[in-house]
């Protein structure tokens, strides 16, 4: 204590070493997936005329309220992390923060997120985050994450509950591209997740969780992998047709960005056991929706809206 206390670099240095260890526990990068995809809801919702104060709180909102989420996560798993390779240095199993100030954490950041979508939002918002927390603590972590082969495909509702908080933050409601965007997630979800369980499979195995590749192999994996890459193209234009919210370029980015998953999985497909190729079908996963979302965030701008419209009717003047 002498020692830091006079030495302030050292001091400066250990408060950034816990800072670091409390970032670490919100598993950072997932987050910032799960702000694109609260972002891409945001401005369809608003069909690009997005107040920037009410961005600006649900973003923050959604990243206290999964932050909080995965905290728990890391609470509860702490056993199983201290012994798979990929979690042992996690700021819990290595010592680095304490079970009981991480639940404080966490029950700081899901209030601060309820509060905050609550009064600078609506009630409905705020009840959406909470329940995406809920159901990624209870219904996956607790119920199904140990105990089903199933455990990601019920349990990826969770990570498609973000655009239902943008949509219900601007409009109050749940609408129907809110839920196709829900859809679109749950469904991108197995392939995004099954394809790195392909490459970490000892390690679940080693702590008895029923992944599907621990529990049917690669070649059944893969072929399931395939099947959800399939449904993509389809769900994700179903917000061009019926339901009209996006238009031709978000089009373009969902059947080019879909077309290269389905090539992907194809590949893997036919060798189901090489894991340099499971790494690129799960980075390719997380290319897919974060361009997804930078496509809708596009196409909902004012200024491509006039762009489509002067495209139109340039054409049909052609035409005619
Ligand atoms: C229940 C559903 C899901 C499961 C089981 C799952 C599982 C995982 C796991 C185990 C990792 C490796 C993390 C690590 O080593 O720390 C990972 C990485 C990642 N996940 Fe998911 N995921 C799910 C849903 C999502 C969703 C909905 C998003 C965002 C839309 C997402 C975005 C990411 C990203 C961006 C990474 C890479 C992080 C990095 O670079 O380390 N995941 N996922
Ligand atoms: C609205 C709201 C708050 C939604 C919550 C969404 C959320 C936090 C989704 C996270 C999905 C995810 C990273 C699962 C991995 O858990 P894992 O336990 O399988 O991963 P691990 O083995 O790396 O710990």
Request: net charge positive.
């Amino acid at each position: 204590m002498q020692d830091t206390l006079s030495n302030p670099i050292r001091h400066n240095r250990d408060w950034l070493q816990v800072i670091q260890s409390y970032v670490q526990l919100t598993k950072p990068r997932i987050i910032l997936l799960l702000l694109f995809t609260t972002a891409g809801s945001l401005w369809m919702a608003a069909n690009g005329q997005l107040d920037p104060k009410l961005a600006i709180i649900t973003l923050l909102s959604g990243t206290m309220a999964a932050g909080s989420a995965n905290t728990i996560n890391c609470l509860y798993d702490r056993d199983i992390d201290q012994i798979m390779e990929r979690t042992r240095s996690r700021p819990i199993p290595s010592g680095r923060v304490s079970p009981r100030d991480a639940l404080i954490f966490a029950t700081t950041m899901a209030i601060g997120s309820f509060m905050l979508l609550f009064t600078f939002a609506n009630l409905l918002s705020a009840c959406l985050a909470m329940l995406g927390i809920f159901f990624y603590v209870v219904v996956y972590t607790h119920w199904l994450k140990r105990h089903s082969t199933q455990n990601i495909v019920i349990g990826g509702a969770a990570g498609a509950i973000p655009p239902l908080v943008g949509w219900a933050a601007v409009t109050g409601e749940i609408g129907w591209p809110a839920w196709v965007f829900f859809a679109l997630i749950f469904l991108w979800t197995p392939p995004h997740f099954w394809a790195l369980a392909m490459m970490i499979r000892d390690d679940y195995a080693s702590v008895n969780v029923p992944m599907l590749p621990v529990i049917e192999g690669n070649e059944k994996t893969t072929k399931q992998i395939m099947l959800y890459t399939l449904t993509l193209i389809p769900a994700s234009l179903l917000l061009v047709y019926p339901l009209g919210v996006m238009g031709a370029i978000y089009s373009i980015f969902a059947v080019v960005l879909g077309g290269l998953f389905v090539k992907k999985s194809w590949q893997l497909m036919q060798v189901p056991d090489d894991l340099v190729m499971a790494r690129s079908v799960f980075k390719y996963s997380i290319v897919y929706m974060l361009v997804l979302c930078v496509g809708m965030v596009i196409d909902s701008l004012p200024a491509m809206h006039s762009m489509m419209a002067y495209v139109q009717s340039v054409a049909l003047g052609v035409l005619v």
